[in-house]
């Protein structure tokens, strides 16, 4: 753009004949892309309540709306001596208003920033966005009004349609000049956004078409259909980049729209899994409670009460009542994320008590059960009750696993082993159907399930847990059939 004036400066004076279309066209385009960025401008002044973002934006409005009269005036284009009554000199006083809205603009933008971070607007920003756009529109009105009413009152720059004065181009272009080095210069030192960076490269451009005027000395020759070529230039440029801008933010709006709706999902799912897990774990008990208490309410009604096997099943409705209060307990300590009732306990002993519990279930399905519990094996510290829940659920899991298979033995094989420095290892497989491959990676998903009635939170649950206590559990394809899973934990200090 600034070496424009130079490359040109052989060829400038050879007349190339008047292209009637090509002055409207131009005015058309600058026209569009001076009213998206007065739209953009506005929207941002009301978003940001900006006094210096409506200065400008009512420059690039008043300047859109002077490339109406500007293009009607102009000779040759609609009519031989242009519309609206125009004189030889009023698409010049335009172009000269049209040369002076933007740098003025600036320079009101620049200083009403300072005011803006100084004291913030009071007003409503829409009555003053409305007040700046009727102001840039009456502004643009009457000049149009002087430069055809009036056009005898102003100063006289062409002789006849094409020749210039001189001497009349030279000084008032020499005012333009001064108007915009002095925008460019407080942009320039007051320069804090991509904006202002877009601006200051319109600018050089504006600069550079006053070098180009004040060597043009008619209509219609290289060097004025270059001067329109580098004024379409410094105009769209800040077009562009104010919509590229609008896009970047779009874009990272809607990206963050997205985060927070997928946070918000996420809390929802938490809160059903909450209420799922309560339902699962509680579940077991409850039903325990109801079918103990209804034996012994059946005991006790009988002709002859069995008061002894009665007492017997309210016990049990108790010792039910107290599993499921531990288990809520438990449960609370999980998703609430308390630091977990830790105690001092040895896993294997753990192991073989969960495996106990779930006697009738091992015996109903002819499962065989297989431990090789390492005897040197450290305690561990961590939540008793929790820990069993995971060692219930991986017995249960595989226990369901073990029931779809048919024609080969069913077993399981509990492992405990030390695991380097400070580490306790238990591996748990099963002959059971297995998991695919495929499935292997969402098994510990909450809500993953292959089962018709799970509920797909064991899994999930059991990892939650064994991380809470900084551990692993993971699964793996066992040789011939079935699954391994193993869990590592941390043993007592
Ligand atoms: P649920 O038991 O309610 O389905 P889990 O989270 O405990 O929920 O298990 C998720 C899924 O992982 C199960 O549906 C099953 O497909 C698979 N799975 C878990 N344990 C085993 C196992 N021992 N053998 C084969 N598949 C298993």
Redesign the pocket.
Known sequence: MVAAPLLISPVRDVRVGAIGAFVPTVDAVILVGDLIVALLLFAQASVFRSRALSALASGYLCAALLRIPHALTFPGAFAADGLLGAGINSTASISLALRMALPLAIILYVWLRKKDSESPPETEPHARIAAWVFSATALAACITLLATIGHDLLPTFFADRSALIYSNTVWYQGVTFGISLVAALMLFRARQSLLDLWLLVAMAGWLCQSVMIVTLHERFTIGFYCLFGLLLISHLIVTFALLAESIRLYSRLATATAARNRERDARMMSMEAVTAAISHEVGQPLTGIILNAKSGLDLLERRRPEVAKAVESLRATIDAGHQAVAIMKSIRGVFAKDPAAATVFCLNDLVRETACSLNPELAGQRVSLEMDLDATLAPIEADRIQIQRVIF?LLT??I??LAATSGRERRIEIRSAPLGHRLVLLEMS?T????ASS?MPQ?FETF????DT???????LCRTIVEEHGGRLWASPREEH??T?HMELRSAA
């Not at 059971?432 to 998991?435: T, Y």
């Not at 799970?454 to 999930?460: E, K």
Request: glycine fraction near 24%.
């Open positions: 659920n899991n595989a369901e696993s099963d059971g159907v297995g998991i499935e098994i993953f399930t292959t089962k799970g509920t797909g939170l064991g899994l999930s079935g699954a899973f």
